[in-house]
């Protein structure tokens, strides 16, 4: 688990195809790797990956085919920077929120633009996560801990602060640029146990409406 608070910026050193899928390594700058151990895992651009390797000024990770159809990862190449947190302690402050390091989707940046010294950013996530996705509630953009502003359909609106443009990758973002994007898991659990028994049932799918509500009573006539 994470917290979405981005600890260092790191550079994508190596990328190979093994095996059908990809070993990388990450140089991974001002991170500090002394309590790092092979076997745990750090979270790159958002995504959970365990080191596997770690020569000293960074780690090696394995990626996955399902990582690389499910996140922006497959996109990187060497030179590109990637937001790295380690996993959380029992001591870990929870600035952000509880950040699993599974990537749901990716989603489009659309616009940015200046808003007195911090960014206004509009964000289209994927169709299927729309409804996920509440104001003033939280979601996780390449890694980072991040506040709804505002939805409109499938577009989110998200303000930056200079803080986080100076130590994330965000700074560098432009429009039309692809990110990494994690749910709120309490939306997630929330709509499977809506579902009650029909959970069980061989092909069901979460698709929460009004009329379903009111059919379970979960809405008063």
Known sequence: MFTGIIEAVGQIQTMQPKGGDVRLYVKTGKLDLADVKLGDSIAVNGVCLTAVDLPGDG?????????????????????????????????????????????????????????????H?????????????????????????????????????????????????MGGYQPGCVVNLEVDVIARYLERLLLGDKAAEPGSQSDISLAFLAENGFLKP
Do not use: C
Request: glycine residues 10%; without cysteine.
């Open 121 to 169: 950013f509009r964000i289209e996530a994927p169709a299927a996560l729309a409804r996920y996705i509440a104001e003033k509630g939280s979601i996780t953009v390449d890694g980072t801990s991040l506040t709804v502003n505002a939805v409109d359909g499938a577009i989110f609106h998200l303000n930056i602060v200079p803080h986080t443009m100076q130590e994330t990758i």
């Open 59 to 119: 780690f090696w990770a394995d990626v996955s085919q399902e990582t690389l159809r499910r996140s922006a990862l497959a996109g990187l190449k060497p030179g590109s920077r990637v937001n790295l947190e380690k996993a959380l302690t029992p001591a870990s402050r929870l600035g952000g929120h509880l950040v699993s390091g599974h990537v749901d989707g990716v989603g489009k940046v659309v616009s940015m633009e200046e808003d007195a010294r911090s960014w």
